[in-house]
C-alpha cells in the first residue's frame, strides 16, 4: 500500500511550466485510538524513528516512495527549508525496514497540536502487494496515538494507490469531507501525472 498526502492548492511555475491535473482530496479523522492489538509486522521488518534525517537522504526516499503518485510539494522546497523542517520539533520521519533495507516511510505532523496528522506515508514500489501496509499503518497509527493528540488526522487523494482510502477507512479513520482542487505539477520534477487526472 502507498498513500501520499501532498494536498496543496495549485501553485504557479516560475516559468510558466507545469501540468495542471485535478484531484479529489478526502480528509479523514479519528477521534480516538482503536482497540486491540495492532497486527504484527511480517518477520524480519521493523520501524526505526530516524531523527534529524539528512535532506539528500530524506528526498531520495520521498521522491522513491511518491513518483507514482503525483508527489510534488516536497520536491520543489529548497533545501535549506527543508533541512529546518526536518530538524525542527513537531516532524517525525519513521521508516519501515525489510531488514537493513528501507521499505517505506511514515512522516507525522505534530506542529500544530493539540491534533497530529499523517502527512506522508507509503512503500517504495518494489515492496508494494508483500502484505506489510496495512500492518506498518496500525502500527503508526499507534505510534501517533502515543503523542497523545486530540484527533489523529490524515488526508488521501485519487492520484494515491487505489488501496489508500479503504486501507485508512480499515485502520479506524472516518470521512470529514472531500473537496476537489486543482494543482500545477511543474515540468522540471519530471513526474507523469496519469492521463485521467490530467486537465485540457
Known amino acids: 500500500m502507498i498513500t501520499g498526502v501532498p494536498c496543496a492548492p ?25 482497540p486491540g492489538i495492532p497486527p504484527a509486522l511480517p518477520p524480519g521488518y521493523s520501524i526505526r524513528q530516524t531523527f534529524r534525517p539528512g535532506v539528500a537522504w530524506y528526498r531520495a526516499l520521498y521522491d522513491a516512495v511518491g513518483q507514482d503518485y503525483c508527489w510534488w510539494l516536497r520536491r520543489v522546497m529548497p533545501d535549506a527549508e527543508l533541512a529546518r523542517l526536518l530538524s525542527g520539533p513537531g516532524i517525525a520521519v519513521h521508516v519501515l525496514y525489510d531488514g537493513d533495507e528501507p521499505a517505506g516511510f511514515c512522516e507525522l505532523d505534530s506542529r500544530y497540536g493539540p491534533d497530529v496528522n499523517i502527512a506522508y506515508f507509503g512503500l517504495l514500489p518494489a515492496w508494494i502487494g508483500r502484505g506489510v501496509g496495512q500492518a506498518f499503518l496500525h502500527n503508526m497509527v499507534v505510534r501517533a496515538w502515543g503523542l497523545r493528540p486530540a484527533v489523529l488526522r490524515v488526508n488521501t487523494c485519487s492520484a494515491d494507490h487505489p488501496r489508500a482510502l479503504p ?34
Open 10 to 34: 495549485s501553485r504557479d511555475e516560475p516559468d510558466g511550466g507545469g501540468t495542471r491535473i485535478g484531484v479529489d482530496v478526502t480528509f479523514l479523522c479519528m477521534d480516538r485510538p482503536p
Open 167 to 200: 486501507n485508512y477507512l480499515r485502520a479506524g479513520f472516518r470521512k470529514v469531507r472531500t473537496l476537489h482542487e486543482i494543482w500545477t505539477i511543474p515540468h522540471a520534477l519530471g513526474l507523469v501525472p496519469p492521463a485521467r487526472l490530467r486537465l485540457a
